[in-house]
């Protein structure tokens, strides 16, 4: 068998996220039918990160398995380009070891949240990875809010249960900025999410950021052990998995060891799947 890389792009908003569904539209669904018809045989993808409904991905990566006597088509990502929606592109494929596992080398994934508090609502060319925000925010109160989640840390307050799911997850980057537009952009990066995580982790901020909750109160939620109600949880709209990176080609079975022993303890979720 021989093992290519699918890097993938796509507008969550019309998807029933990424997972195959009955009767649902799915990424997954839509790409292994396309990739099936151009290929002349059935393909399975193994994907980075399990995006939810109305979650978008510029920096998504999948892997699929062909055997050594059936090599790609010239130009398939141009013949993809052609058959696929327009709401979901596949922009490269390459050939990679087969040590790679686009979920269990994964070393981070890298997410982004917009949010606008304009009164006017999104810029109509942003509308749908944009969510609307109905109060004020200060920056500097979610930043430091924002601080106070870095670290290893048992998110149990801020993701929805899968039972038999660890919700102990490495949060190493939380980081808000603002563009001259006036829309507010988080930069989160963690090992692995939880079901729900990221969105959960804006809504409590943000309350913060519009004065009715403390940092200190948004620290005190890593000392729950049970999924968190005073937590509101972001529109899926404003999230984009925007890059997921892995190790130097020789250290992916080491990394693929080292997940796949976290993955004995978490049987739901699996270190490498992430649920926004």
């Not at 999948?62 to 052609?82: S, T």
């Not at 696929?84 to 686009?102: G, N």
């Not at 919700?167 to 980057?173: D, F, G, I």
């Amino acid at each position: 068998m021989t093992r290519y890389r699918l890097d993938i792009a796509y507008d969550g908003t019309d998807f029933s996220g990424w997972a195959r569904q009955p009767e649902r539209r799915t990424v997954c669904g839509v790409l292994e039918e396309a990739l099936g018809t151009v290929l002349r045989t059935p393909v399975q993808l193994t994907v980075a990160g399990r995006t939810d409904a109305g979650v978008h991905a510029t920096g998504q990566v999948a892997h699929l398995d062909l055997p050594a006597e059936h090599p790609l088509p010239d130009g398939l990502v141009r013949r993809l380009a052609r058959m696929l929606p327009q709401d979901v592109r596949v922009t490269a494929i390459t050939d990679v070891p087969d040590e790679f596992d686009a979920r269990f080398s994964a070393l981070r994934r890298h997410y982004e949240y917009r949010l606008t508090t304009a009164p006017y609502g999104a810029n109509p060319l942003r509308a749908r990875d944009t969510a609307p925000w109905r109060r004020p925010v200060d920056l500097q109160r979610m930043q430091r809010a924002s601080d106070r989640l870095l670290g290893l840390h048992d998110f149990a307050a801020f993701c929805r249960r899968r039972d038999g799911a660890t919700t102990v997850r490495e949060l190493q980057r939380f980081a808000w900025r603002v563009g001259a537009d006036g829309v507010y952009t988080a930069e989160v990066c963690a090992d692995a999410f939880c079901w729900s995580m990221v969105r959960s982790l804006v809504g409590a901020v943000a309350a913060v950021g519009e004065g009715r909750r403390s940092a200190d109160w948004v620290a005190g939620l890593l000392d729950e052990r049970e999924r968190s109600s005073a937590i509101n949880v972001a529109a899926a709209c404003g999230l984009t998995l925007v890059e997921v990176d892995y190790p130097a080609v020789g250290d992916l079975a080491e990394r693929n060891r080292t997940t796949r022993e976290k993955r004995d303890v978490d049987t739901a979720g699996g270190a490498g799947c992430c649920g926004d």
